[in-house]
Nanobody, 114 residues
Framework: VQLQASGGGLVQAGGSLRLSCAVS????????MGWYRQAPGKQREFVAD???????NYADSVKGRFTISRNNALNTVYLQMNSLKPEDTAVYYC?????????WGQGTQVTVSS
């Protein structure tokens, strides 16, 4: 199983980035796909997820700024991040879950400068 995240980088406050996570080795369409993040010195925290049926959930801190989506034909989940803030700086991890099986990607760094 591989979850390959990409799209991170350095951006100024107010800017945008789009993260992608390409998944292989599992039946992507059946998974709940999500994004988590971990800032230096802090615990990993939930950002957003999307079910196999397309229902979405967001952390309060990103509601209205981030949008999660998925393309089952490409086995890819996306996180569009707009109006970025310095407090969004973290390593962002892709996450797949179905029943008791959980998978994590390697993470991609997002740095937002003030």
């Amino acid at each position: 199983v591989q979850l390959q995240a990409s799209g991170g980088g350095l951006v100024q406050a107010g800017g945008s980035l789009r993260l992608s996570c390409a998944v292989s080795g599992i039946i992507f369409s059946t998974q709940i796909m999500g994004w988590y993040r971990q800032a230096p010195g802090k615990q990993r925290e939930f950002v957003a997820d999307i079910t196999s049926g397309g229902s979405v959930n967001y952390a309060d801190s990103v509601k209205g700024r981030f949008t999660i989506s998925r393309n089952n034909a490409l086995n890819t989940v996306y996180l569009q991040m707009n109006s970025l803030k310095p407090e969004d700086t973290a390593v962002y991890y892709c996450h797949a879950e179905r029943r008791s099986s959980v998978y994590w990607g390697q993470g991609t760094q997002v740095t937002v400068s003030s």
